[in-house]
T-cell receptor, first 112, second 113 residues
Framework: DAKTTQPNSMESNEEEPVHLPCNHS???????IHWYRQLPSQGPEYVIH???SNVNNRMASLAIAEDRKSSTLILHRATLRDAAVYYC?????????????FGKGTRLHILP | DTGVSQDPRHKITKRGQNVTFRCDPI?????LYWYRQTLGQGPEFLTY????????KSRLLSDRFSAERPKGSFSTLEIQRTEQGDSAMYLC???????????FGPGTRLLVL
């Protein structure tokens, strides 16, 4: 699997937007960009994924660069419950059932 | 709650003892994964099953580790002769064939003294 690069940690104020960056310069044409997050003392949970176009769901938005070498997870209005480790992961669309290869992710701290 | 469940949530054992963890996947999910997570790291893949067949094992899964899914529903992960280095969170995830999203359980935290 191609590798991703994320900052180790980020801070944001409560009720403000948060932009979590991810670089994936070696992404292949069949790789989807997935984001999972892991709340304290819980297993990871799916957040969002996309291929080329920007994506929105009830949890977040995903902005994908035109060259697909980077992406940004956007939390529009962070709450204290959004404090978690966020993982940016590339997954081959041809092998959707394959294991997930996690990096260290970005630890997001939300300041009240 | 119809999510993935794991039991126990916490286990403390002494070095050399055997431990067994159980994972109940979401009903009708035919693929089941085990991961291990140490402090400050992301989860690392251990093994996965499609129905009762174990299709892939990581090199992390030493001879002391064995996983089963006898009826294609729940799975067990056993660690024999535990070592302090086995201390970690053991996570289980499940999905259906062709679906990209994996659904994780809350994990079993193992501490080997």
């Amino acid at each position: 699997d191609a590798k991703t690069t994320q900052p180790n940690s980020m801070e944001s104020n409560e009720e403000e937007p948060v932009h979590l960056p991810c670089n994936h310069s070696t992404i292949s044409g069949t790789d989807y960009i997935h984001w999972y997050r892991q709340l304290p003392s819980q297993g990871p949970e799916y957040v969002i994924h996309g291929l080329t176009s920007n994506v929105n769901n009830r949890m977040a938005s995903l902005a994908i660069a035109e060259d697909r070498k980077s992406s940004t997870l956007i939390l529009h209005r962070a709450t204290l419950r959004d404090a978690a480790v966020y993982y940016c992961i590339l997954r081959d669309s041809g092998r959707p059932d394959d294991k997930i290869i996690f990096g260290k992710g970005t630890r997001l701290h939300i300041l009240p | 709650d119809t999510g993935v469940s794991q039991d126990p949530r916490h286990k403390i054992t002494k070095r050399g003892q055997n431990v067994t963890f159980r994972c109940d996947p979401i009903s009708e999910h035919n693929r089941l994964y085990w991961y291990r997570q140490t402090l400050g790291q992301g989860p690392e893949f251990l093994t996965y099953f499609q129905n009762e067949a174990q299709l892939e094992k990581s090199r992390l899964l030493s001879d002391r580790f064995s996983a089963e899914r006898p009826k294609g529903s729940f799975s067990t992960l056993e660690i024999q002769r535990t070592e302090q280095g086995d201390s970690a969170m053991y996570l289980c995830a499940s999905t259906t064939g062709g679906q990209e999203t994996q659904y994780f359980g809350p994990g079993t935290r193992l501490l080997v003294l």
